[in-house]
């Protein structure tokens, strides 16, 4: 009963360093997400797949890359780190969108970039 | 304009009473979708309740149901017989179709402390 995996929970940087943030999820789903959360703030959509090979950006996608080689997988990439990406990154899934799933999220990753 | 609007940064509310959580958007895509998630101190997201565009009834979870208002772009959310435990932030988010594929925008989240 894992639902969606994301690893590290926290994690501290330095400026310019490089990460992987990690999620897995188990219910084959086609849809993966991943979100950036500022203190006080809703969420904010960095990349997004709608399937294994296929990524695309969201609103805030500087600095991060993504890939999606199964559909299991879709590890965030911090390039080279800065103070500005210090925030609480959550990814997400679900199954078809013309199916109303409900959206199942990680439970968070708290990075800090000094 | 906003596509998302939450016009309560935070809201006081005594235990046991009844708690409304407003939420208005703004689509041109007829077949969207609604949720709301609860968010505790702890930081995960929490799924509560799902409204699509096509519904024909308010959608209701237990405690939670939604006041789904289709001609005033409305979605609010109720939580009935408040609990000190439903202190959280509450965000309203939508789903929208973006050509082929669909995007998820989330408001910026209500405050709620239920007061004992």
């Known amino acids: 009963n894992a639902g969606v995996t994301q690893t590290p929970k926290f994690q501290v940087l330095k400026t310019g360093q490089s990460m992987t943030l990690q999620c897995a999820q188990d219910?084959?789903?086609?849809?993966m997400s991943w979100y950036r959360q500022d203190p006080g703030m809703g969420l904010r959509l960095i990349h997004y797949s709608v399937g294994a090979g296929i990524t695309d950006q969201g609103e805030v996608p500087n600095g991060y890359n993504v890939s999606r080689s199964t559909t299991e997988d879709f590890p965030l990439r911090l390039l080279s780190a800065a103070p500005s990406q210090t925030s609480v990154y959550f990814c997400?899934?679900?199954?078809?969108?013309?199916?109303?799933?409900?959206?199942?999220f990680g439970e968070g990753s708290w990075l800090t970039v000094v | 304009a906003q596509k998302i609007t939450q016009t309560q940064p935070g809201m006081f509310v005594q235990e046991k009473e009844a708690v409304t959580l407003d939420c208005t958007y703004d689509t041109s895509d007829p077949s969207y979708g609604l949720f709301w998630y609860k968010q505790p101190s702890s930081g995960e997201m929490i799924f509560l309740i799902y409204q699509g565009s096509y519904d024909q009834q308010n959608a209701t979870e237990g405690r939670y149901s939604l006041n789904f208002q289709k001609a005033r772009k409305s979605a609010n959310l109720v939580i009935s017989a408040s609990q000190l435990g439903d202190s959280a932030m509450y965000f309203c988010a939508m789903r929208e179709r973006l050509d082929s594929n669909y995007q998820l925008i989330w408001g910026a989240g209500t405050k709620l402390i239920i007061k004992p």
């Open positions: 997400a899934s679900s199954g078809r969108w013309d199916s109303g799933n409900t959206i199942y």
């Open positions: 219910m084959n789903h086609e849809y």
